[in-house]
């Protein structure tokens, strides 16, 4: 099926860096959503966005929903250990839907 | 119990056998979604069911795969004849009765499944 383009495919960073990873799609989305998942477990979401500029906060991450409505960006700040996990954007082009096209995944891992 | 919980959390079978996974949703949630998600993709649309309504099967990837909601609640995500290429973690997830645009799912920790 559709997939979105998520980058980059994998990171490696310092503890207390930042972290930046996007998604774009080739079409014009109305919802964007981001999630993580940890090893073993279903993922969890963590930011969702449903209009085009918007910039939400959840902690250290903030997430904004691209002014061309086709991307879309999530940053962490000042990374800690346990942000290890593996980050997914979703979006669809339709409001109130529930489907959603998943781009592949961040994985990101924290050298302490 | 809190979450939604799926069992088994991990099948090993053979190739040509039929296996069946199971999911619990949150109470009340009247939502319930099928992903797979094979190693290193992202997740992979089912099949949707909300309380009575037709399920949408499009996303069932062909006749091998069926699933059913009994009552509204447990799913049972059936795989007949299990090829290698269906290996995958299977994941469900549940949400609550439609609320606007805002339908937020939660996951189950997903079904492992391996067929050798």
């Known amino acids: 099926g559709q997939q979105l383009n998520q980058s980059p495919q994998s990171m490696f960073i310092q503890e207390g860096e930042d972290v930046s990873m996007n998604c774009t799609s080739s079409?014009?989305?109305?919802?964007w959503l981001w999630y993580k998942q940890e090893p073993g477990e279903g993922p969890v979401l963590l930011i969702a966005?449903?209009?085009?500029?918007e910039l939400t906060s959840n902690g250290r991450l903030t997430a904004q929903f691209g002014i061309t409505r086709k991307d879309s960006f999530l940053n962490i700040s000042a990374s800690i250990p346990s942000d290890v996990g593996i980050y997914f954007c979703a979006g669809s082009p339709y409001s109130g839907t529930y489907k959603y096209i998943f781009g592949t995944g961040t994985r990101l891992k924290v050298l302490a | 119990g809190a979450g939604v919980s799926q069992s088994p959390s991990n099948k090993v079978t053979e190739k040509g056998k039929d296996v069946e996974l199971r999911c619990d949703p949150i109470?009340?949630?009247?939502?319930l979604y099928w992903y797979r998600q094979s190693l290193g993709q992202g997740l992979e649309f089912l099949i949707y069911f909300q309380g009575n309504s037709a399920p949408d099967k499009s996303g069932l990837p062909s006749d091998r795969f069926s699933a059913e909601r009994t009552g509204g609640s447990v799913s049972t995500l059936t795989i007949q004849r299990t090829q290698q290429e269906d290996s995958a973690v299977y994941l469900c997830?549940?949400?609550?009765?439609?609320?606007?645009?805002?339908?937020?799912?939660?996951f189950g920790p997903g079904t492992r499944l391996l067929v050798l």
């Open positions: 966005l449903y209009k085009a500029g």
């Open positions: 109470s009340g949630h009247t939502a």
């Open positions: 079409s014009i989305f109305n919802t």
């Open positions: 997830a549940s949400s609550r009765p439609p609320q606007g645009s805002q339908e937020t799912q939660y």
